[in-house]
């Protein structure tokens, strides 16, 4: 089993940054491809940013690229977002997930490989 907690959601005037963390626990944390993924209300879970293990390649939503960062710490066990220029459009809940398994980046982009999930800790842009 994994467990996967996020942390450091908050509210942020529009322009500003946050950065969240998703501590993982439970499995050995470097076998993972580890994603970012966001709810907004009345919309679909979207992906945000995703990691592959070792830190190697990272891949990001287009919506993001250039303001968003993901990284991760292995011996802290531990991925990180950081995210800058926030808008009021990335308002949502932020999740962290864990794919256990080899996908394509294609499928990573998707909730589907994704075999863990963190309770998601709430992001708010003001305008």
């Known amino acids: 089993q994994v467990q996967l907690v996020e942390s450091g959601g908050g509210l942020v005037q529009a322009g500003g940054s946050l950065r969240l963390s998703c501590a993982a626990s439970?499995?050995?944390?470097?076998?993972?491809?580890m994603g970012w993924f966001r709810q907004a209300p009345g919309k679909e879970r979207e992906f945000v940013a995703g990691?592959?293990?070792?830190?190697?390649?990272?891949y990001y939503t287009d919506s993001v690229k250039g303001r968003f960062t993901i990284s991760r710490d292995n011996t802290e066990n531990t991925v990180y977002l950081q995210m800058n220029s926030l808008k009021p459009e990335d308002t949502a809940v932020y999740y962290c997930?864990?794919?256990?398994?080899?996908?394509?980046?294609?499928?990573?982009?998707?909730?589907?490989?994704?075999?863990?999930w963190g309770q998601g800790t709430q992001v708010t842009v003001s305008s």
């Open positions: 990691i592959r293990w070792g830190g190697g390649t990272t």
């Open positions: 997930a864990a794919s256990l398994k080899f996908y394509p980046v294609v499928v990573l982009r998707t909730p589907v490989p994704y075999d863990y």
């Open positions: 439970g499995r050995t944390f470097s076998s993972y491809a």
